[in-house]
């Protein structure tokens, strides 16, 4: 699931990862709804799971390693904050498509909900904060260090998630919990 530039064999500017997880994000999304169109439902499902997944090691990433660099660094720390509110909306929604099915009216709307947020999410950093933060003389490949190795523990905590099956709660609903851990 990592997500680099091409060719990032050295060190990897934090920008570069984000923008790389975004196009990955958005093309996932369009997966999607091909799936989605397509009634390959049980695919689409699980293409939603990975997209929350995906957006849950993204947010985490850089809200424990680039937004504290970026809040210290930028004049304007209001901009870095203007981003939460974007991404705590995705998490919910995230966590609903997670503990959810497909089979639930209301999970392809979710996930179209979450693409609207995310987007809103990627114009903002990509037009606002990220020219705003590379201005600032951030060290853009140790900070891009770190969280590449946060990433990668994040990864394998999710791998060992996926490995333990669901719990089965006492009602007989077979919602995937595990979620509730990422979020």
Known sequence: MSVLPAGSAGPVDAVAILTADHESIRKRFRQFRSLYLRDATADAEKVARQICRQWTIHTTIEEEIFYPEARAAIANAELVND?????????????????????????ATRVGMLAECVNHHIREEQEELFPQARRCGLDMDEIGSRMFARRLDLEAEVAAMDDVPPRRSSDGDDADRRAARHG
């Open 83 to 107: 981003t939460n509110a974007d991404r705590a909306m995705a998490r919910e929604l995230a966590a609903l498509i997670i503990g959810g099915s497909i089979a639930d009216d209301k999970f």
